[in-house]
């Protein structure tokens, strides 16, 4: 899955500073769905407001898309915009009551399908004037392992699995509340004019080819590059409703695809035969818009920790990248304006699209899964339906943090590690801890990749002093005191014949990232 990144909370004095009121705390900490959602108030009010969904796994593994989390930096640029913004936070099913008040409905990565009468209520709401942004990601970007990605949960359903969206679960599972009331249809395409595809590219990739402004209502003004990071592509199906803002480049040097994805990757040798990066629609009185990645949305401040073990999350600073924040407030924008026409073609002088080249295996009954599902073995006692079993200090659940969790490093960490190290020659680093389980052992990993691609180019010499013949994480095992702590000194190096940029990252569980810090290679 998509590597998050540096972890930092916002703090008081950062709350203070910021032209919008919090209410609710920016510290990470265990909270339950029916307490007060965080809302921010804008300095000077536009009179409209922005609902962000929370109530679909926004923050199931490492996603903390919440906008006192991973999503401050756009929920108080929106705030900035004279938008009021609050978060739905709810465990009942979503209704068009909750959404009728608001301008415009943002729904970062939804990890949990949406029952058909909540599909109903978001029809509903469009039909009538509301606005949706959808917030996507690469496939089996499936946060809490319920082989549910956002694609899949937006779409309507599942690769591979369109006549059972309880495919490979257990009878416990596919009874759930999380699964009840859950059909298979083409539900996007059919209402909005278009699909998220099960594409994905490398970490590194810049959409540069724009649609003019003066062919987007606005909203790629200002707009020359916007960032990817493991991400998606849309289909075009109906261009009469749908219409595509921007395009990454063709096969090549700037176009990869991403090293985890589970089939070819590129689908269309990129370029607009691939599918827009990001994208509008109309229905009816509505509007939605779409983009096919999180990251550049996201920040590096999350909220909560991992529901699964308790660790710290690390998220990506992506927001403040490139023109990312300016396309994202430019589509916020548009999508708060009412307007009548009911179709694209009735604007005069708008280019229509024409329908994205599909591949067989991507029509939606016929659609092929790759490898089985989920891609990760969930932690034993952990339930993506059932908060209960969540850890201490994650979303949902109602237990304040402790620092013994995960049976890991729930607690104060340091990774030293050098910023300058040598090809092919050894180097130490001395990963510590604080506040763990008592007199126990915990078994993490660390490696050496480049930012570019994720290759791994690091080896860590074993406690018998010999070194791994593979190249990637390596696991290590550390005994903590009576009160909790360790240290340890790792010796490693780095592939032969690899200099420039690298990252040093250390985790647990390999979903668990606790600390990731660059190093330069001579």
């Not at 409703?241 to 994805?261: C, E, H, M, V």
């Not at 307007?339 to 604007?347: A, G, L, N, P, R």
């Amino acid at each position: 899955m998509k590597a998050p990144r540096k972890l930092l909370h916002l703090g008081l004095a950062l709350a203070l500073a910021l032209p919008s009121i919090w209410t609710g705390s920016s510290a990470v900490h265990a909270i339950g769905p029916n307490d007060p959602a965080p809302v921010i108030e804008p300095a000077t009010p536009n009179g409209k407001k922005v609902l962000f969904d929370n109530t679909h796994g926004q923050t199931a593994g490492a996603a903390d898309w919440v906008i006192d989390g991973g999503f401050s930096d756009f929920a108080n640029a929106i705030a900035q915009e004279g938008y009021y913004v609050k978060e739905l936070r709810k465990t009942a099913p979503i209704t068009y009551d909750d959404l009728k008040d608001y301008d415009v409905f943002v729904i970062p990565e939804a990890n949990i399908p949406y029952k058909t009468y909540e599909q109903d209520a978001l029809l509903e709401y469009t039909k009538k004037g509301g606005s949706i942004f959808f917030i996507g990601d690469h496939y089996n970007a499936d946060r809490n392992l319920n082989r549910w990605d956002s694609a899949e949960v937006f779409n309507g359903y599942r690769r591979g699995a369109f006549g059972n969206p309880t495919k490979g679960m257990s009878a416990e599972e596919a009874n759930s509340i999380g699964m009840k009331d859950v059909t298979s249809t083409d539900w996007l395409a059919q209402n909005f004019g278009l699909r998220f595809r099960y594409n994905s590219f490398d970490n590194d990739t810049y959409a540069k080819t724009i649609v003019k402004p003066e062919q987007t209502f606005g909203i790629t003004k200002n707009v020359s590059t916007v960032a990817m990071h493991a991400g998606g592509t849309l289909a075009i199906v109906n261009p009469k409703i749908a219409k595509g803002l921007l395009y990454l480049p063709t096969t090549g040097p700037d176009l990869r695809p991403w090293n985890n994805a589970v089939d070819q990757g590129i689908y269309m040798g990129g370029g607009v035969a691939e599918g827009p990066y990001a994208a509008i629609s109309k229905l009816q009185l509505g509007k939605a818009a779409f983009i096919g990645d999180s990251s550049p949305v996201e920040d590096k401040t999350p909220k909560y920790v991992y529901e699964t073990t308790g660790g710290k999350k690390t998220t990506y600073d992506g927001f403040k990248e490139v023109d990312d924040a300016k396309l994202l407030i430019n589509i916020i924008n548009w999508l708060a304006k009412k307007e009548t026409y009911t179709s694209f073609d009735q604007i005069d002088g708008l280019e229509l699209d024409e329908p994205t080249p599909l591949l067989a295996m991507e029509n939606p009954a016929s659609s092929t899964e790759p490898q089985p599902e989920p891609w990760s073995t969930p932690p034993s006692g952990y339930k993506w339906w059932d908060q209960s079993t969540f850890k201490p200090g994650s979303y949902g659940s109602s237990v304040a943090p402790d620092d013994t969790s995960s049976g890991g490093i729930a607690g104060d960490f340091s990774f030293i590690a050098p910023t300058v190290v040598n090809d092919g020659e050894e180097f130490t680093v001395t990963v510590s801890g604080l506040k763990a389980a008592a007199s126990s052992s915990i078994t993490l990993e660390i490696g050496v990749y480049l930012p570019s691609g994720g290759a791994q180019i690091g080896l860590v010499k074993k406690d018998d002093g010999t070194w791994p013949t593979t190249y990637g994480y390596n696991k290590f095992t550390v005994t903590t005191d009576a009160s909790g702590n360790f240290s340890k000194v790792l010796t490693l190096k780095t592939k032969p014949g690899t200099t420039g940029s690298a990252n040093i990252r250390l985790r647990k569980d390999g979903d668990n990232v606790y600390q990731t810090t660059a190093v330069t290679i001579n």
